[in-house]
């Protein structure tokens, strides 16, 4: 009794644990699944009619409008985290940008905004704040790049 005792233990763990493994993995699934992402979104039609990357203060406008307009639309900037900061990052690796050894690829994309994805899209870029129709106009870039 005492050995069909211990085998009836550890089936049970090995129970708890299988079913422990299936509810993590259900879940992290079902989050991944709820992320938010310009994936699910409309093409906006000012994607193609604005250029994509154009400064954030722009010296053909008053100030008044442009203070207002860019801090309503900045969708991604430095600290964020985020699905679409891996578009971002995904475009300065195309263009050779070092991000560091970070992410599922060690390529650094890992979709934190962090400072040497920011130091990339200031050289590159000109400017470390983005808008939804910025990060779209990558996302476009890189599918026509076949990235």
Do not use: C
Not at 19 to 47: C, H, M, Q, R
Not at 118 to 123: F, S
């Amino acid at each position: 009794t005492n050995s069909s005792t211990q085998l009836l233990v550890v089936g049970g763990i090995i129970l708890v644990l299988a079913v422990g493994g299936f509810t993590w993995y259900y879940f992290s699934k079902k989050k991944k699944e709820s992320t938010p992402s310009l994936d699910d979104d409309i093409l906006d039609a000012n994607v193609f009619s604005t250029p994509p990357f154009r400064p954030i203060s722009n010296s053909n406008t008053s100030s008044t409008s442009t203070s207002s307009s860019s801090s309503s639309s900045i969708y991604i900037k430095k600290g964020s985290r985020h699905p679409d900061v891996k578009i971002l990052q995904r475009y300065l690796k195309y263009y050779k940008q070092p991000l560091g050894r970070s992410g599922p690829k060690r390529d650094g994309v890992d979709g934190i905004f962090g400072k040497l994805t920011a130091k990339g899209a200031q050289k590159k870029l000109g400017k470390t704040s983005f808008t939804r129709s910025d990060i779209q106009s990558m996302k476009n870039t890189l599918k026509l790049l076949g990235q």
